[in-house]
């Protein structure tokens, strides 16, 4: 993940140590030796003062991601153990982070309040004796996870028996799979669980569903291809109050926000079974049009949570902190692959971890 702001970090943290460099190792002007400054003084050649001397304008090259240091610049880091940038610095950077942040699916609408506190934190000096890219990449961490919103106690704190949850998303996002990692991991927490076969219309969903209840033991409520999901759910929560079990996970099919007819499907389910939570699974591959996608979601029937899949495979890392940053909603976990315990909390600590 995050192929791209590794690039950008490197770029910043090259820049300040060029810095550092001239600061610390001022350039040296030497007067030129004496036979070199002996030339041969030639006739003075007046030229009409009505012809205008043009002088060859200097190549410039290609324009870096920040300008050289201003001698204020050069005089304040001198004197600390940080390395301050210039205003110019700054700006340049903000530019170039900009484009790498869209480039790495980071929604526009949230571009904003990342660029301006990334920056604050960069203006306030990077310190000398750390290593660079590390320094740039921890600020960049900082900046983002003062912005989300997070709660990874969410889950197991319900107070329901049982708790219902009820999963959405789109077509392909790994919905099945995330639902069987989460009983993994409810059953690995003490905690009985059942699932739902909800989704009735994908081919071989049921199917599939039913091979993890029987890889991880825990039972499944299932019906027909074309029943209705809602009296699916309904069975799995009688089944799991007559048999005082903690967890009810419902399978729903995959649908996009533009059907109204499965949209209502999921608000009927909804009104019958009451989830205590509703889980959006997306994919971190999505892009930036994840956020209205899951817009219409949360105005049909109201979003709890996100669990984000495919996150070993995205190389841009921007889809999960788009939609935390702007629903204000939790993130609970990473899928990481596709074995049962590729499920990983969304924290500072494992998100840094992806940058290596």
């Known amino acids: 993940m995050f192929k791209l702001l590794k690039s950008a970090f490197s770029k910043v943290a090259d820049v300040l140590k060029s810095k550092k460099e001239s600061i610390e190792k001022p350039e040296v002007i ?13 006739p003075k050649v007046e030229i009409e003062e009505s012809v205008p001397i043009n002088k060859v304008p200097p190549i410039h090259k290609e324009k870096e991601i920040v300008s050289a240091p201003s001698f204020k610049t050069k005089l304040k880091s001198l004197f600390s153990e940080k390395i301050y ?10 530019e170039k982070f900009e484009i790498v942040l869209l480039q790495s699916d980071f929604s526009v609408e949230i571009l904003d309040s990342i660029l301006d506190n990334f920056i604050a934190k960069l203006k306030s000096g990077i310190e000398k004796k750390k290593n660079m890219d590390a320094e740039i990449k921890e600020k960049f961490l900082e900046t983002l996870f003062e912005l989300v919103t997070l709660d990874k106690n969410i889950l197991f704190s319900t107070q329901s ?38 989704d ?44 005082n079990i903690d967890y009810v996970l419902i399978d729903t099919a995959g649908r996009q926000e533009t059907n109204p007819s499965l949209m209502n499907e999921l608000k009927k389910m909804k009104r019958v079974i009451n989830p205590d939570m509703v889980i959006y699974v997306a994919e971190s ?14 105005k049909e029937i109201g979003v709890n949570a996100f669990i984000i899949t495919k996150a070993d495979v995205d190389t841009k890392g921007g889809t999960a902190f788009s939609l935390n940053i702007y629903f204000k909603k939790p993130i609970l976990f990473l899928g990481t692959g596709q074995g049962y315990n590729d499920l990983v909390l969304f924290e500072k600590d494992n998100i840094g971890n992806l940058f290596e």
């Open 30 to 42: 030497k007067a030129p030796p004496l036979e070199e400054s002996k030339q041969e003084i030639k």
């Open 85 to 94: 940038l210039s205003e110019n610095d700054l700006k340049d950077i903000k």
């Open 161 to 198: 028996k049982p708790a219902k949850i009820l999963f959405v998303g789109p077509n392909g996002c790994g919905k099945t799979t995330t639902i069987a990692k989460l009983a993994r991991m409810i059953i690995d927490n003490k905690k009985s669980v059942v699932m739902a076969a909800g």
């Open 200 to 243: 009735t219309f994908r081919a071989a969903s049921i199917e599939q569903l039913k091979e993890h209840a029987n890889n991880l033991k825990v039972p499944i409520i299932a019906g027909n291809y074309g029943s209705d999901p809602t009296s699916i759910a309904f069975d799995a929560v009688t089944f799991a109050k007559n048999k």
């Open 285 to 298: 591959i999505a892009g930036q049009a994840v956020v209205n996608q899951v817009k219409e979601f949360e």
